[in-house]
């Protein structure tokens, strides 16, 4: 018997099959598939990461998430200059998207993002995927480098340092590798 949970229909509006709560149905932070379902809950359903997620060899790809489209190609540009292979989204709904159906070997995300946030984005993929590296960049103001760092994101400020940049990508490629090459042999 299938165990996924179903979401309760109401006239006009779906209900989340995992939290009862509202859901409307043009909102990025619902994950539709294979019910409707708030990300916050099947963030919170999620068991083990896949264990595609654990390969250690082939060409290091990066995942960026950028609202920006002129930031979001300068991202793509500098990874793919390092000789990594990058795909580009344009919001974290997207990059969930992408993420689940991808094996990736670092994450550059925005923080201030419509939709979903970028901190919320990484604490999704770090569920997923506890061994990937995710770096945020940010032009805000905030004092938000403490906080992420104590998750383990590494924080550029904007405008970025492309060569910081660089050494931030390779490092995190890096880290992710041994993560999972650490996993696989336990």
Known sequence: MDQT??????????????CNAPILKNDPRVFRDPAWI???CDFRRQEEPPSRRLATTGP?????????????EL???VAELGGHTADAVPHGAAALARFQAGVYHAVITDFLMPGITGLELA??????????AIIMVSGSTLPVERVLEEYGIQFLSKPL????????????????RAGRQKDAET
């Open 75 to 77: 991202l793509r540009q």
């Open 123 to 132: 604490q999704i993929i770090r569920r997923l995927d506890p061994a990937v």
């Open 161 to 176: 340092d492309l060569t910081r940049l660089t050494e931030a990508i390779s490092l995190g490629v890096d880290r992710t």
């Open 5 to 18: 949970p179903q979401p309760t229909c109401l006239p006009g509006r779906l209900i989340c099959a995992c």
């Open 38 to 40: 708030h990300l916050r």
């Open 60 to 72: 290091s790809r990066i995942l960026i998430v950028e609202n920006e489209a002129p930031a979001r």
